[in-house]
């Protein structure tokens, strides 16, 4: 079983700027995933970004980039050049190699974004 | 258009009063899960299911019933509700199990209130 932990309920950032959520998770798995989700006001779930365990390379998409750290079983997603529309809950979650259970996923981040 | 729906979209029940939350998808997944959400508690997952006549107990199973006759649908059974299951529903589906790089597709969520 994982755990994922989000230590942020609620972050604040000025449009145009920086910002980075947190997230810790812990597993017994060797062989696992790790993925940041956001939620509109929608409800709607959208995948922001993944990233495979065994690749040390931090993933980017665009505007998002992720800071892995393996060894602190740490996984912060950084958003840079904030927009309005990135304004939501950020969920960050962790499936384990091969299990058929679902996602594990943190109790989430509110994030604002100030014009 | 690729896509999970769910149905109904919103449901106002009493208790003990049995409901059914229809989900289905078209691409022809095999991974289905059903997940809850709560303010402050993030997304727990109820039930999942393999494969048709697959199907297993997630994080959250208590009140809560599934079937998987066909492989696009994966309806959720409330037999009988109570005002502790009102919440906000996704379901969700991937080609394999979610242990895997493959991003899960969720649906557009039912808000469940049980009064």
């Known amino acids: 079983a994982q755990t994922v932990t989000q230590s942020q309920p609620e972050m604040s950032v000025q449009e145009a700027e920086t910002v980075t959520l947190s997230c810790t998770y812990d597993t017994s798995e060797s062989d696992y995933y790790l993925f940041w989700y956001k939620q509109p006001p929608s409800r709607q779930m959208i995948l922001v970004i993944r990233q495979e365990a065994y690749k040390q390379q931090n993933a980017t998409e665009n505007r998002f980039s992720v800071n892995f750290q393996k060894a602190a079983k740490s996984f912060s997603l950084k958003i840079s050049d904030s927009q309005l529309g990135d304004a939501a809950m950020y969920f960050c979650?962790?499936?384990?190699?091969?299990?058929?259970?679902?996602?594990?996923f943190g109790k989430g981040t509110h994030l604002i974004i100030q014009p | 258009e690729a896509q999970v729906t769910q149905n109904p979209r919103y449901l106002i029940t009493v208790t003990g009063k049995k409901l059914t939350v229809t989900c289905s998808q078209n691409?022809?997944?095999?991974?289905m899960s059903w997940y809850r959400q709560d303010p402050g508690l993030g997304l727990r997952q109820i039930y999942y299911s393999m494969n048709v006549e697959v199907t297993d107990k997630g994080d959250v199973p208590e009140g809560y019933k599934v079937s998987r006759k066909e492989k696009r649908n994966f309806p959720l059974i409330l037999e009988s509700p109570s005002p502790n299951q009102t919440s906000l529903y996704f379901c969700?589906?991937?080609?394999?199990?979610?242990?895997?790089?493959?991003?899960?597709?969720f649906g557009p969520g039912t808000r469940l209130t049980v009064l």
């Open positions: 969700a589906s991937s080609p394999t199990p979610v242990g895997s790089y493959n991003e899960q597709f």
């Open positions: 979650a962790c499936g384990a190699g091969g299990g058929a259970d679902g996602l594990t």
């Open positions: 691409m022809n997944h095999e991974y």
